[in-house]
């Protein structure tokens, strides 16, 4: 039972996350050889102002 958490910056709409989910559903299925309904794909957004990176 795989669960995929993706970490996110603020501002994906629901739709864009779902086609992400169901891409990486596709991956899971086919190199893992899981059943999808076994696939478990988690959001966690982090607020722009969380985010920091090094240049």
């Given at each position: 039972m795989p669960f995929i958490?993706?970490?996110l910056v603020e501002g994906r709409s629901d739709e864009a996350?779902?086609?992400i989910a169901q891409e990486i559903i596709e991956s899971v299925h086919k190199h893992a050889n899981a059943p999808k309904e076994h696939i478990h794909v988690i959001f966690?957004?982090?607020?722009?102002t969380d985010?920091?990176?090094?240049?």
């Open positions: 958490h993706v970490e996350k779902k086609k966690q957004d982090m607020k722009k985010y920091y990176k090094g240049n």
